[in-house]
């Protein structure tokens, strides 16, 4: 499982970041252009009415007390949605941190061991890319070095990041509650991660989860430093 998964951590490995700023940089002066063309496909593709075809939406409900909608398109990655609906279904996400996630980048979750290398105990997908554009909110699989690695990690991307088109597989967007995904606590980790209470389709009509209460306030003693103006 580690040796499968060992760049689902590595969604963007080390060695691909180069790379991807490079390409950022040499298309800085086309890339707004190439976004709004972008963006105007995408959303004639998605459905943003949360009341239709609830069966291909997916809730987060986060740790931040927000839930996300994000509309799975299957006409995208049939298998890779209904992995996804099919781990949600089972409660894998349940109690999942962002154990990845980059300011100005991507949100990544789907691991049970919050650790970037591991996956669930089904087998790992075949790639599906398609022509669909990594914008705003575009949710996409996680893999490993094989393009036919991903296994149930995701993540959700800030801003546009073309330079990922065909080499993840794109299969949803966020249709409600960016902001909430724009919350979410930075790290590789995080210290304190933000984490999914509960996934769950729409059509299965689950309560709002309990929130996580707060961490008690413990009570520390004050000492000298505590005291003292710092040092100029």
Same mark, same amino acid.
């Given at each position: 499982?580690?040796?499968?998964?060992?760049?689902?951590?590595?969604?963007?490995?080390?060695?691909?970041?180069?790379?991807?700023?490079?390409?950022?940089?040499?298309?800085?002066?086309?890339?707004?252009?190439?976004?709004?063309?972008?963006?105007?496909?995408?959303?004639?593709?998605?459905?943003?009415?949360?009341?239709?075809?609830?069966?291909?939406?997916?809730? $987060?409900?986060?740790?931040?007390?927000?839930?996300?909608?994000?509309?799975?398109?299957?006409?995208?990655?049939?298998?890779?949605?209904?992995?996804?609906?099919?781990?949600?279904?089972?409660?894998?996400?349940?109690?999942?941190?962002?154990?990845?996630?980059?300011?100005?980048?991507?949100?990544?979750?789907?691991?049970?061991?919050?650790?970037?290398?591991?996956?669930?105990?089904?087998?790992? $997908?075949?790639?599906?890319?398609?022509?669909?554009?990594?914008?705003?909110?575009?949710?996409?699989?996680?893999?490993?070095? #094989?393009?036919? =690695?991903?296994?149930?990690?995701?993540?959700?991307?800030?801003?546009?990041?073309? =330079?990922?088109?065909?080499?993840?597989?794109?299969?949803?967007?966020?249709?409600?509650?960016?902001?909430?995904?724009?919350?979410?606590?930075?790290?590789?980790?995080?210290?304190?991660?933000?984490?999914?209470?509960?996934?769950?389709?729409?059509?299965?009509?689950?309560?709002?989860?309990?929130?996580?209460?707060?961490?008690?306030?413990?009570?520390?003693?004050?000492?000298?430093?505590? $005291?003292?103006?710092?040092? #100029?």
């Amino acid at each position: 499982m580690i040796k499968r998964m060992i760049a689902a951590g590595a969604l963007l490995s080390a060695a691909m970041l180069p790379a991807m700023a490079q390409a950022q940089e040499e298309g800085a002066s086309a890339e707004p252009a190439v976004a709004a063309e972008a963006d105007t496909r995408v959303f004639k593709s998605v459905n943003f009415n949360l009341s239709e075809d609830r069966d291909d939406i997916l809730f $987060l409900d986060l740790s931040n007390g927000e839930r996300v909608a994000i509309r799975l398109m299957p006409s995208w990655a049939p298998n890779h949605v209904e992995r996804i609906k099919t781990l949600a279904r089972s409660g894998f996400y349940d109690g999942v941190i962002f154990h990845r996630v980059i300011d100005g980048f991507m949100a990544q979750t789907g691991d049970p061991t919050g650790t970037g290398q591991g996956g669930s105990q089904l087998p790992d $997908l075949a790639e599906e890319f398609n022509r669909m554009p990594h914008i705003r909110g575009t949710v996409s699989m996680a893999r490993a070095a #094989s393009e036919d =690695s991903a296994n149930s990690q995701f993540f959700i991307v800030f801003y546009p990041r073309f =330079s990922l088109d065909n080499r993840y597989t794109n299969f949803g967007r966020v249709i409600s509650n960016m902001a909430a995904v724009d919350a979410i606590t930075r790290g590789e980790p995080p210290q304190n991660p933000t984490r999914v209470l509960q996934a769950s389709i729409a059509s299965d009509n689950k309560p709002v989860p309990a929130r996580m209460a707060p961490a008690p306030v413990q009570d520390e003693a004050v000492t000298a430093d505590m $005291l003292s103006a710092p040092a #100029s």
